[in-house]
């Protein structure tokens, strides 16, 4: 029998990891955090940018407007940017996993640019996110519901390409994968989203100050998410 936690559960879980290590959760998304404001703000001037971190992806719409206007350029740095939210993401969901994890967190951001597999990562999102367009273009609703059943196609390129299962799928797999984890938790997702409206809210509030604290809170909470669907759906993951 699946035993899910409930959001109070999940976000109670991070609350207790980062008690007496806010300065690691801090510096560990301290550069997503800084881009996840600054492209905010950049975007109430200039709306040739507009970086989405919900999944920690890169809007391609936005993307596509921007290449055309800002050149190659721009595009690979929004694409970096989108590795080292990737990387911190991840560790974040080693630290859930091994709370004892002792880890260099700005060092954290750079992981997945030490691995020779890092442009997989920018292949998949691309493909999910063609998927996505496709939805959304057919319909608004269909292109949320396949937004929300391809939030976990990261985590779980993470999870079998650490136990180096990662060259048995193609990218498309892992897209397949989190559709079947997803099964039955979309809902559960979408208000989990959801509860951290008021948190944004705090944010702009602060003029972008207290994203320095939300956005490691909010990760962390995905990621354990994850973590919980994981250790219901084993099966899955095999």
């Known amino acids: 029998m699946k035993t899910y936690r409930t959001r109070f559960q999940l976000k109670s879980e991070v609350k207790s990891l980062l008690k007496g290590n806010w300065s690691k959760g801090v510096l560990l998304f301290l550069i997503p955090s800084l881009v996840f404001w600054f492209t905010n703000e950049y975007s109430n001037f200039n709306e040739k940018i507009k970086i989405n971190y919900d999944t920690a992806t890169v809007n391609f719409d936005q993307l596509v407007r921007m290449t055309a206007n800002s050149g190659i350029i721009s595009l690979i740095v929004s694409l970096i940017f989108l590795v080292i939210t990737l990387s911190a993401t991840f ?3 080693d630290w859930l996993e091994d709370p004892e994890l ?5 060092k954290s951001n750079f992981t997945y640019f030490r691995s020779p597999d890092w442009w997989k990562l920018m292949l998949i999102y691309i493909i999910s996110y063609i998927f996505l367009t496709l939805w959304t273009i057919l ?3 269909p292109g949320i519901i396949k937004y929300m059943a ?6 779980i390129y993470k999870d079998l390409n650490d136990r180096g299962l990662a060259n048995n799928y193609k990218l498309t797999d892992y ?4 559709r079947q984890l997803m ?3 979309k809902w559960r997702y979408f208000v989990l989203q959801l509860s951290f409206i008021g948190w944004w809210l705090l944010g702009f509030l602060t003029l972008g100050v207290g994203f320095i604290w939300i956005y490691p809170y909010y990760k962390l909470t995905m990621a354990n998410f994850y973590k919980d669907l994981k250790e219901n759906n084993g099966a899955i993951l095999a």
């Open 91 to 93: 560790r974040g969901l």
């Open 102 to 106: 002792d880890f260099a967190p700005i």
């Open 139 to 141: 319909l608004v609703i």
């Open 150 to 155: 391809y939030s976990q196609t990261y985590f």
């Open 175 to 178: 897209i397949t994968k989190s």
């Open 183 to 185: 099964v039955g938790n």
